[in-house]
């Protein structure tokens, strides 16, 4: 079993749209969730953090974390044609300062005009 | 305010070769960690260096290493270059001090492709 595991895509979403992100992980211990951007060619950017159950906002991003389900999840809003990138989902296993990340393989979102 | 700077950005190496890859964390941190990320795969960690010591390690040949200076830049080394090594190397810097990872940041990669 995977330690952080998404679903590969692509994701086709029409412009405008909401595009819905999912992520399952193995470490019950862990208190740290990311979301990256990667763009074809360019390293991670982490687009949104979340450390508490429940909802997290930003712009047009939402991160949902369910430690309970062991899931953590993406919306993004009115999707533009810029959201076509890969997006990671990562999970910092340890909970002292020497934690490393673990990512997913990622998905791949695909907004359409 | 500089960010995470790696050099070079892309190389091409022969099997066998070895390769030094060099990182300069963003200013105000103090802790090194490297990926690899395979293409169509999620950046694997190799290791994590903090005070010039490595403090974790992933799941990595002996091939690879490192090393941090006073000035908390980075080197990663990887000997006896092989095909599947080819991949984009990743350099992230964070501060010590913060357990909740919100402050890694990652340089633009490096890109080893061996022949």
């Known amino acids: 079993q995977k330690e952080v595991e998404q679903n590969s895509g692509p994701l086709s979403v029409p412009e405008g749209a909401i595009a819905s992100l999912n992520c399952t992980y193995s470490d019950r211990g862990s208190q740290s969730f990311f979301w990256y951007r990667q763009y074809s060619g360019k390293s991670p950017e982490l687009i949104m953090s979340i450390y508490s159950n429940g909802d997290k906002e930003d712009g047009r991003f939402t991160a949902q974390l369910n430690k309970a389900s062991q899931y953590v999840s993406l919306l993004i809003r009115d999707s533009q044609p810029s959201d076509s990138a890969t997006y990671l989902c990562a999970v910092k296993i340890g909970t002292d300062s020497w934690g490393k990340l673990q990512f997913g393989a990622g998905t791949q979102v695909v907004v359409t005009p | 305010d500089a960010g995470v700077t790696q050099s070079p950005t892309h190389l091409i190496k022969t099997r066998g070769q070895q390769v030094t890859l060099r990182c300069s964390p963003k200013s105000g941190h103090d802790t090194v960690s490297w990926y690899q990320q395979a293409l169509g795969q999620g950046p694997q960690f190799i290791f994590q260096?903090?005070?010039?010591?490595?403090?974790q390690r992933g799941n990595f040949p002996d091939r690879f290493s490192g090393h941090q200076f006073p000035n908390y830049s980075s080197e990663l080394n990887v000997n006896a270059l092989l095909l599947g090594d080819s991949a984009l190397y990743l350099c992230a810097s964070s501060l010590s001090a913060d357990w909740t990872g919100n402050t890694i940041y990652f340089g633009e990669g490096s890109w080893l492709t061996v022949v």
């Open positions: 260096y903090y005070e010039e010591e490595e403090r």
